[in-house]
């Protein structure tokens, strides 16, 4: 039996995490390892996850919108994780479940410039989102604010983790989009119109020096495009996929990551 890796998600296949653990993996040489799409839709996810370990799996990536079971599901947890409240790596071994949040120091690694005295607006109040106030928090920002279309949400969130919750996008340092808005476009749609699902204009994107957006797609998203025009350093998916990847990785092969490979994987076209 191969051993087997792989990222759970509801929907999922768009990832493009076994493009890059696959070809990381083959770098290492570890011929007889594979990872793979997982997806489960979340009434399935507790009986799929606690299935793995007996078809041959060591370990899974979490992403939307199993990152909060799946901490609830672990049998054992870091404090990171615990205390973002969100897991996105899975790792099995002799029967129990470990649960760890490389979201988090995989953000921080990404971004263009410390996170340590800036003022950061966050979008989303999902767990990435959770993962990302977090780490900014730790990493010294001076002012964490939160943003969320229900704004409720964004109230629990921020109250959970020591940031501020805001009724409206404000202008910050740093932009950190942990929403799903820009990953499917309609043809019809106008410049702002994503923009605006995110509680911003296109003229408003000029208040933020830095832009992140865990968002990936063929080309830039709007939010991105929109920064870009405006001078924004920016910072997109695949950069911190890729390095939550490679911290994900690492755990399980026990090995240092290929990064740089594993970021042009990332950035081959879709096969057709």
């Given at each position: 039996?191969?051993?087997?890796?792989?990222?759970?998600?509801?929907?999922?296949?768009?990832?493009?995490?076994?493009r890059i653990h696959n070809a990381a993996l083959a770098a290492l040489g570890l011929d007889g390892w594979r990872y793979q799409?997982?997806?489960?839709?979340?009434?399935?996810?507790?009986?799929?996850?606690?299935?793995?370990?007996?078809s041959g799996f060591v370990g899974a990536n979490v992403t939307i919108p199993h990152k909060r079971a799946a901490l609830a599901l672990a049998d054992e947890a870091s404090e990171a994780a615990r205390e973002i409240g969100a897991a996105n790596t899975l790792t099995f071994v002799d029967g129990a479940i470990a649960a760890e949040n490389t979201d988090a120091p995989g953000l921080i690694q990404a971004l263009p410039a410390p996170a340590e005295g800036m003022r950061v607006l966050v979008l989303g109040a999902g767990g990435s989102a959770r993962a990302?106030?977090?780490?900014?928090?730790?990493?010294g920002a001076s002012e964490v604010l939160v943003w969320n279309r229900t704004a409720q949400r964004a109230k629990e969130l921020a109250g959970a983790l020591g940031a501020v919750a805001v009724e409206r996008p404000q202008p910050a340092d740093l932009l950190v989009n942990c929403t799903s808005v820009g990953?499917?476009?309609?043809?019809?749609?106008?410049?702002?119109?994503?923009?605006?699902?995110?509680?911003?204009?296109?003229?408003?994107?000029?208040?933020?020096?830095?832009?992140?957006?865990?968002?990936?797609?063929?080309?830039?998203?709007?939010?991105?495009?929109?920064?870009?025009?405006?001078?924004a350093r920016?910072?997109?998916?695949l950069d911190v996929l890729v390095a939550?990847?490679?911290?994900?990785?690492?755990?399980?092969?026990?090995?240092?990551?290929?990064?740089?490979?594993?970021?042009?994987?990332?950035r081959e076209p879709p096969d057709d």
């Amino acid at each position: 039996m191969s051993t087997r890796l792989g990222v759970l998600g509801w929907p999922v296949g768009h990832s493009r995490s076994p493009r890059i653990h696959n070809a990381a993996l083959a770098a290492l040489g570890l011929d007889g390892w594979r990872y793979q799409l997982l997806p489960v839709p979340p009434h399935l996810f507790a009986e799929t996850v606690r299935g793995l370990p007996g078809s041959g799996f060591v370990g899974a990536n979490v992403t939307i919108p199993h990152k909060r079971a799946a901490l609830a599901l672990a049998d054992e947890a870091s404090e990171a994780a615990r205390e973002i409240g969100a897991a996105n790596t899975l790792t099995f071994v002799d029967g129990a479940i470990a649960a760890e949040n490389t979201d988090a120091p995989g953000l921080i690694q990404a971004l263009p410039a410390p996170a340590e005295g800036m003022r950061v607006l966050v979008l989303g109040a999902g767990g990435s989102a959770r993962a990302a106030v977090w780490a900014l928090r730790e990493a010294g920002a001076s002012e964490v604010l939160v943003w969320n279309r229900t704004a409720q949400r964004a109230k629990e969130l921020a109250g959970a983790l020591g940031a501020v919750a805001v009724e409206r996008p404000q202008p910050a340092d740093l932009l950190v989009n942990c929403t799903s808005v820009g990953l499917e476009l309609q043809p019809s749609a106008t410049r702002d119109r994503p923009l605006n699902q995110l509680g911003l204009t296109f003229d408003q994107i000029a208040g933020y020096p830095y832009v992140v957006d865990l968002v990936y797609r063929s080309g830039l998203t709007p939010l991105l495009a929109a920064a870009r025009s405006h001078g924004a350093r920016t910072v997109d998916g695949l950069d911190v996929l890729v390095a939550q990847g490679a911290l994900s990785l690492e755990l399980w092969v026990q090995r240092p990551a290929p990064r740089e490979l594993m970021l042009r994987a990332a950035r081959e076209p879709p096969d057709d």
